[in-house]
């Protein structure tokens, strides 16, 4: 990035904020620093003892999974810590499944989605959150884009038996979103995966916003 930003320059700096945090959870603000656009993830608004546990927490997972998956296409690039309250990374401009209509997805859309995501559990990374379509961007050039990696996990800190569960978790997210968007596009195979996941819900301990932080957002 060159000069590095800090918390004191992004407090100078005009910043639109694209997402508001709940108590226990991040604010999502955009900015422009030496001719690009930064992405800030920022707990500094939370609780105090949010933020000083559960917030240094969280920028330290996001961050070092961001560093582990760097140079795949479909990971949010450059990241880099603000401090021990912020993670930032470079702003991606598109819209989320979320906000998108399935004729604005090109064909090709959700099988690169799974290669992201086959490439992520390649470094051994899980996400755990694909379900909610907040977490994958379509990019303006109609890329897939991993966001949040607030519920993610390093599977080598997991035991082997879990692995494939995990794996599974996230590709069924990918299904998920797949078959309620581009159900022309879906196979017997991906169909047969889905249907099986779906029947092991009852196993599903990973959930995006745990602790109960999942609440009113900040106004």
């Not at 620093?33 to 546990?53: E, N």
């Not at 569960?165 to 169909?191: F, Q």
């Not at 819900?201 to 990973?206: D, Y």
């Amino acid at each position: 990035m060159g000069e590095q930003m800090t918390r004191q320059v992004l407090d100078q700096l005009p910043a639109e904020i694209l997402s508001k945090g709940r108590w226990g959870n991040a604010d999502l603000v955009s900015c422009r620093f030496h001719g690009k656009t930064w992405a800030i993830k920022d707990f500094a608004l939370c609780p105090s003892l949010v933020k000083k546990t559960w917030g240094r927490w969280m920028v330290r997972r996001e961050y070092k999974a961001f560093i582990r998956l760097m140079g795949i296409a479909g990971i949010p690039p450059d990241p880099f810590l603000l401090d021990a309250y912020a993670v930032g990374y470079r702003f991606i401009p598109g819209k989320t499944l979320r906000e998108a209509r399935a004729e604005e997805l090109p064909d090709d859309f959700f099988y690169r989605l799974e290669d992201v995501v086959t490439r992520m559990h390649e470094r051994r990374i899980v996400h755990l959150d694909l379900r909610n379509r907040r977490n994958i961007l379509i990019s303006e050039n109609g890329v897939p884009v991993l966001l949040d990696f607030q519920s993610c996990m390093d599977l080598t800190r997991i035991p082997r038996v879990f692995h494939r569960l995990l794996r599974d978790i996230d590709l069924s997210g990918v299904y998920k979103n797949w078959i309620k968007l581009r159900p022309d596009l879906m196979d017997e195979a991906r169909l047969a995966h889905l249907a099986r996941m779906n029947r092991r819900r009852s196993l599903w301990v990973f959930k995006g916003y745990p602790m109960g932080t999942k609440g009113k957002r900040r106004g």
